[in-house]
């Protein structure tokens, strides 16, 4: 059931969460979402109600991703000193790579997490 906009949103979704497994499966959720809500006769991709369905969660997902940031702070020992970065977020993006990844932080790296807004001065 290959189609460009499965394409478009992998690559879409690649940039909250890295390319590779978990924006396949991520899109296939979305696929998968939407095979169930249509009725089985509209479950094809020359079907405007699927099309649209599949558009719209898509969509919905993404404008998660672009929504909800917070700012990571790494805090990092590297040859005596203690190294700051800070990072915007997206939580969605985070929640997802850090269910995806099953092995710990073995560099030594604190990470804090800011949910609230914040404005950075540059």
């Known amino acids: 059931m290959e189609h460009p906009y499965r394409d478009w949103i992998r690559t879409k979704f690649g940039e909250y969460v890295g390319t590779g497994p978990l924006a396949r499966n991520c899109e296939r959720n979305i696929l998968n979402w939407t095979v169930k809500k249509v009725p089985l006769s509209e479950a094809t991709w020359e079907s405007k109600l699927f099309c649209l369905t599949y558009k719209r969660k898509a969509i919905w997902l993404l404008t998660e991703f672009k929504r909800r940031s917070m700012v990571k702070v790494k805090l990092s020992v590297e040859g005596g000193e203690v190294k700051v970065k800070?990072?915007?977020?997206?939580?969605?993006?985070?929640?997802?790579?850090?269910?995806?990844?099953?092995?710990?932080?073995?560099?030594?790296?604190?990470?804090?997490?800011?949910?609230?807004?914040?404005?950075?001065?540059?």
């Open 86 to 122: 800070l990072v915007l977020v997206s939580q969605l993006a985070d929640r997802l790579k850090k269910r995806n990844s099953s092995q710990q932080n073995s560099r030594g790296i604190l990470q804090i997490y800011w949910t609230q807004k914040v404005h950075i001065l540059q």
